[in-house]
């Protein structure tokens, strides 16, 4: 089984090819970063017409790098959502030209779930499995019952973690993306205890410790405007390199310790609803390749009894291995989609995301 990846739902511009074995044929991710750097943050219309002009010569690169035709293909899978609009009816229109034309399965896949799925490709874990994703604007923790199933058990209720690391990093004055930078900055801080003292910042729905119904939810716009504050409150309202470094690092260290509580909770909620369930972890996203994050995030899975899965660090990002992969597992499953599906700007993995699922 070989299937045709395609994703444009933001700004990276994706193609690839993979197998049902999980192997990756071929693979290429043409970043916008430049077109983007200069408004700190991504211009839906620039996207898009990025998108336009490279991505027909991308698939012609990465199908030419697999060493294959579009008759060896089994189906064409392209984001169809959640995403900037104008982008997703791109890879979508050129994922169902290609479909039509070779008289292939389309194959419709939600963006979410090819950073859901991705732990998959190289790892034998089953369903059900306990999902934290971390992507862009989003901020969940979900229940992973199987392709297309899924139950919400956590989400943002301001600003997703990706939001919270962009955001602030603009305040700093750091280059667009926020994320990455904060992580390389915050490497420079000598004393990270001194640097939490200095620069202390809330931890947001776990001092007050919550309901049940939110004991599994995240909130980071707390944090985001404390940054804010101070900065502000600087002397002279200036900063050098050493203040942001500390405060990256005090940022850092707050929101591994947020996500980290709000992870604890979700673990014990799986249990609950899966008690059969053999504990498995996964974490997907952009935010999955922060390395302060991943490690208090593993140090947690192993306290609780949770295998620790998360994607190798390139395919953390949008990619399009992730909606390749997701294609692959709809494939096996004998499902496709009808050349009219409708690309969706938002696309909820739960269809009813409001369920705080009880046990």
């Given amino acids: ?28 991710v043409l970043s916008q970063l430049k077109a983007h750097e200069v408004y700190g943050g991504v211009v839906p219309e620039i996207a898009a017409r990025e998108h336009m002009t490279h991505l027909t010569p991308m698939i012609a690169q990465v199908m030419e790098e697999a060493g294959l035709s579009y008759s060896d293909l089994d189906g064409i899978a392209a984001t169809c959502g959640p995403g900037l609009i104008g982008g997703v009816m791109i890879g979508m229109m050129a994922g169902k030209a290609i479909a039509a034309a070779h008289a ?47 139950k919400l058990l956590g989400t943002t209720i301001d600003d997703a973690a990706g939001e919270c690391f962009d955001k602030s990093g603009k305040m700093m004055g750091l280059p667009f993306p926020g994320g990455p930078e904060i992580e390389k900055i915050a490497a420079e801080c000598p004393d990270l205890q001194a640097a939490r003292a200095r620069f202390p910042l809330p931890r947001p729905l776990i001092a007050k410790g919550g309901t049940p119904e939110n ?6 716009s707390g944090i985001k405007t404390a940054v804010r504050t101070h900065l502000e409150n600087l002397p002279g309202a200036s900063f050098n390199r050493a203040d942001i470094a500390d405060l990256a690092a005090s940022l850092q260290a707050t929101m591994a310790e947020v996500m980290a509580n709000r992870c604890k909770n979700a673990f014990a909620k799986f249990k609950s609803l899966y008690p059969a369930a053999k504990p498995a972890f996964v974490v997907s996203g952009g ?16 306290k609780e009894g949770f295998s620790f899965h998360a994607p190798p660090l390139n395919l953390c990002g949008d990619n399009a291995v992730m909606i390749a992969w997701a294609g692959v597992e709809k494939l096996r499953l004998g499902q496709s989609d009808p050349l009219n599906f409708k690309a969706r700007p938002r696309w909820p993995l739960d269809p009813e995301p409001k369920a705080r699922h009880s046990a």
Avoid: W
């Fill in 1 to 28: 089984m070989i299937v045709l990846g395609i994703e444009t739902s933001c700004d990276e511009t994706a193609a690839a090819v993979v197998n049902g074995e999980g192997r990756i044929l071929s693979s290429c």
């Fill in 104 to 150: 292939k399965p389309f194959l419709a896949v939600n963006h979410l779930e090819g950073h859901a799925l991705t732990p998959r490709l190289s790892e034998d874990i089953a369903f059900p499995y306990l999902l934290l994703l971390v992507s862009g604007g989003h901020s969940q923790l979900l229940a992973v019952e199987g392709v297309g199933s899924y």
């Fill in 215 to 220: 004991r599994c939810d995240f909130s980071f």
């Fill in 287 to 302: 935010v999955a390749a922060n390395k302060t994050i991943r490690a208090a995030l593993t140090d947690l899975a192993t």
